[in-house]
């Protein structure tokens, strides 16, 4: 299959042009200028692309957080411009590569597969019963409500009675309203939202959700089920709903307060209620943790539990182990007065009692402490706080045979999951347990308190004592929240001090470097989310907000229960590392999905018979192809139309090598006649830079060639048709310029091997770029490779941005000041002379590491100034491709 030069040698040797039908200069002058206006377009289109290929690889590599919006966003820029891209080439080429256009379509349509795939498709069932719920239905009822219903049918134990409104029930709420395109243009519009803008978001989606209809038939079904607990709980029977979202209570992820729950809800109110707890999926402090997360909203189906309400004399939580220590197995009860909502909102005091398993399970320690608030049903609807009475404050919420009994249950419960779970539980006023929800309990590492025996070391503590709801150790400005506006610029890497521990302070977990309420324990929502991403936590701190001042820098020391001024270093030492709470999220996994359509090239050679339309599997490849072809097509426009003005002239200087340049716009001078161009003719900004780069330093020929470099060239022309042809082609010398005075695309192939150099430089930086790409040699593979290798890191070391495939490498610079890129294209023009024939003696290290050593010695002297050199982090890929983070920072040779 001819390649690009022999395709200009048949262009060059048949002296013959397309029909110009008998175009004027004028009018030939007007359609170059047409196609040239369409290449620029090309050009930008490609550069964009690849600038938005290059941000999803950084995104997945450094494990950012971003939503969907970030995903969709950058999928969809991508498509457009490479859709610029298409639609540049056909202007350039009408008739020639219209196959692309079916090609872009199909990567399309599995883009939209793939961006709009979610869970499996949910049930029939509007409403279920909890009794015919087990695990086996988290799909359809969300992991909470099946973890309820597996305990019912399975252990035995007391859960109250009730039903669950479906994810099918759900899907069919946000379509009966026509939600779900609304709430998905919201989302987008508001990007990846952070305080400042999450409530703005939140309010204007929760506000479409508590105005919509529920569908009459939903609406039949729950009044239905309603109806059948009337039946088992008595008339008019109160009930509470709680979220049961899929994802929520699942390993790794308990959404620990992030949703709303109602309580004491009469019939006439259940359906308002149920639109309340669906709007609490876009509340700021849930959108903040799915975004924390990596979980896609899509995922994210509300299913509703309804169960009768327990009117509770006492409730709180029960860990079947110690969450503060995953060594230690003692069962810790927590409990309160009253609903046990005051204990998992953080809002009140609540005792701890720890149980021992051996020899058998006992009490082994009490923390009774003064419950002067409960929260209680109120006798119509609804809950009320109200005072404790004096004598119940002070005394225990639970008798020991209760505690014993708690413990009891949480134990059975462990050995049917077979891990650690948080159970939280009521006892209703007649003295019967219930169990109101069991999942999975994040377990962190022991304190290190210990090593804090001489705290005094440390300093003057501003505040100590409390509880360590969360270990760890963290340093940062103190930022005061006593309402959700405080929430609104809060500092990246601050500390959270607040009066009480609310969930939804949450919203902020992500800029969190460690919390400190003057109430809450280690059994609230907001301790177990701190717990789950890792950050320190100390709760029931008297004082705190007087002793810790607004902006303040302190160091947060939660295992040793104290707050100490500025930064102390032998404490912070002393912090574990924080573990990423998106390490394996299932965005991430999305984004990578998204990318295997967009990112991977496949078409690495232009001369290879498979580098045509139909082989084009990604986005990327499209713009390999599209790049290649309209440079061909701009180069052979002269010669297409028998328009001497646009067609190449050589280049008349004393080099060995044959040059040929087109001038694109502005890129001479002036108009130069006949079919010679000087040197001293050139305008174009980067060729110069390129040319200083090739002559900065004369080249020494070619290296002398061992025995096994020499019988590594003659296997390979021998066996390797394209090398042969190429060896015989008149035009294997050649190689071709297209300019303007900021503009350079260079085609080059010297004997074995070609190059590509382009480059747009002015002073607009932010649209600058370089980018070159070498392939190919005489040598077998292994040593093209290892040559491919070399000129990537001698790059690597100088800023670029460097892929290697196969034996093949690509460099690119985005961006960047004109001084710092014309330097870069100097770099390119030496290398582009003096790596000629290397890969001959790549089979011996030594002298290939002698090579390297010469060459960057020569561009630090001759090119790239001493000391002006920044490394980048370098980063190898899945397939193996080495790459560092673009940008215009300079690197530094180690």
């Known amino acids: 299959m001819p390649g690009f030069f022999e395709k200009l040698r ?29 290449f620029k377009l090309l050009l930008t289109a490609n550069t964009e692309a690849l600038r938005i290929m290059s941000d999803m690889e950084r995104a997945l590599r450094e494990r950012r957080t971003f939503g969907m919006s970030f995903v969709r966003s950058q999928a969809t820029a991508a498509t457009v411009n490479v859709f610029r891209i298409v639609s540049g080439l056909r202007e350039i080429a009408p008739g020639k ?92 519009a508001a990007g990846e939202p952070g305080p400042e803008t999450a409530l703005a978001v939140s309010a204007s989606v929760r506000q479409k959700i508590l105005n919509a209809q529920v569908p009459p038939e939903l609406a039949l079904a729950v009044m239905d089920a309603y109806a059948a607990l009337e039946a088992k709980a008595g008339p008019g029977v109160r009930v509470s709903l709680r979220s049961s979202a899929l994802g929520e209570d699942a390993a790794g992820q308990s959404f620990a307060g992030q949703f709303s729950s109602k309580l004491n809800v009469a019939a006439d109110s259940i359906l308002e209620a149920y639109k309340e707890v669906v709007a609490s999926k876009y509340s700021p402090q849930a959108m903040a943790y799915r975004l924390a997360k990596g979980i896609p909203d899509e995922f994210i189906a509300m299913c509703v539990g309804c169960m009768v309400m327990v009117k509770a004399a006492c409730g709180g939580v029960v860990y079947s182990k110690n969450p503060l220590n995953v060594r230690d197995d003692s069962i810790i009860v927590h409990a309160a007065l009253g609903l046990p909502a005051t204990v998992v909102d953080g809002a009140a005091q609540s005792d701890e009692f720890t149980v021992a398993r051996a020899p058998a399970l006992h009490l082994a320690k009490s923390a009774v402490r003064l419950k002067s608030t409960r929260l209680d049903c109120d006798a119509g609807e609804g809950v009320r706080t109200r005072t404790s009475p004096g004598e119940q404050a002070a005394q225990p919420a639970l008798t020991e045979a209760q505690i014993l009994a708690l413990a009891a249950a949480a134990l059975k419960l462990e050995a049917h999951y077979g891990g650690a779970l948080d159970i939280e539980w009521a006892i209703d006023e007649a003295g019967a347990l219930f169990i109101l929800q069991c999942r999975a309990l994040v377990q962190t590492e022991a304190s290190n308190a210990g090593e804090r025996e001489n705290a005094g070391r440390f300093g003057a503590a501003l505040a100590q004592g409390g509880v360590a709801a969360s270990p760890g150790v963290a340093a940062g400005v103190v930022h005061h929240v006593r309402r959700d506006a405080d929430l609104l610029g809060f500092p990246d890497r601050g500390i959270l001090v607040s009066p009480q521990a609310r969930p939804r302070w949450a919203s902020v977990i992500g800029k969190c470097a460690g919390i400190v309420a003057e109430s809450g324990g280690a059994a609230g929502h907001l301790a177990n989310v701190a717990r789950e991403f890792g950050v320190p936590a100390l709760l029931s701190l008297p004082g705190a907000m007087d002793a810790l001042g607004q902006g303040q820098e302190v160091t947060l020391d939660a295992d040793g229960l104290a707050v100490y001024p500025g930064l102390v270093e032998e404490l912070l030492a002393l912090a574990a590392p924080r573990e990423d709470a998106r390490a394996f999220s299932p965005m991430h996994a999305m984004l990578r999905r998204v990318m295997d359509l967009i990112v991977p090239l496949h078409l690495l050679d232009p001369a290879a018979m498979e580098f045509s339309p139909k082989n084009c599997r990604t986005l990327h490849d499209i713009t390999r192809f599209c790049h290649e072809k309209s440079v061909i097509e701009m180069f052979n426009f002269g010669q297409d139309f028998q328009f001497s003005k646009r067609a190449a002239k050589q280049l008349k200087h004393r080099v060995p090598m044959k040059w040929w340049l087109i001038n694109l716009d502005d890129g001479f001078t002036h108009d130069v006649k006949g079919k010679y161009v000087q040197l001293d003719e050139i305008a174009s900004i980067p060729m110069l830079a390129l040319w200083r780069g090739m002559t900065a330093v004369p080249w020494a020929g070619p290296p002398p060639v061992d025995a096994k470099g020499f019988m590594s060239i003659l296997g390979q022309a021998a066996s390797n048709p394209q090398l042969e042809a190429a060896a015989r082609s008149d035009y294997a010398e050649l190689n071709y310029f297209m300019v303007s005075k900021h503009f350079l695309s260079l085609s080059s192939r010297f004997g074995f091997h070609f190059s590509t150099i382009e480059a747009l430089v002015d002073e607009r930086a932010r649209e600058n770029y370089v980018s070159f790409q070498f392939k190919g040699g005489a040598a077998e593979f292994s040593r093209r490779r290892r040559r491919a290798e070399m000129i990537g890191h001698i790059l690597d070391l100088y800023g670029f941005q460097v892929e290697i495939k196969e034996d093949a490498m690509f460099a690119r610079l985005i961006q960047g000041g004109m001084d710092y890129l014309l330097e870069r294209i100097g770099i390119l023009g030496y290398l582009l002379i003096h790596t000629r024939q290397l890969d001959m003696i790549m089979g011996n290290e030594a002298r290939a590491l002698q090579y390297q050593d010469k060459m960057l010695k020569d561009i630090r002297t001759a090119i790239a100034a001493p000391g002006e050199n920044r490394r980048r982090p370098k980063v190898t890929h899945p397939d193996g491709h080495i790459s560092r983070a673009p940008g215009t920072g300079e690197a530094r040779e180690e």
Not at 13 to 33: K, N
């Open 10 to 38: 048949s262009f060059f040797s048949r002296r013959e042009a397309h029909d110009a039908s008998g175009l004027s200069d004028a009018e030939l002058q007007a359609e170059f200028r047409k196609r040239y206006h369409n």
């Open 97 to 188: 590569y219209d196959e692309l256009a079916a090609r872009l379509t199909s990567i399309q349509k599995a883009l939209d597969h793939v961006l709009t795939q979610s869970h499996a498709e949910p049930g029939p069932e509007l409403v279920l019963p909890l009794e015919r719920v087990d695990l086996s239905l988290s799909d359809q009822v969300g992991a909470k409500m099946a973890a309820l219903g597996e305990i019912v049918q399975t252990l035995g134990l007391p859960v109250p009675p009730g039903f669950i409104v479906t994810a099918r029930g759900y899907k069919r709420m946000i379509e009966h309203n026509g939600l779900g395109e609304e709430i998905s243009r919201i989302l987008q």
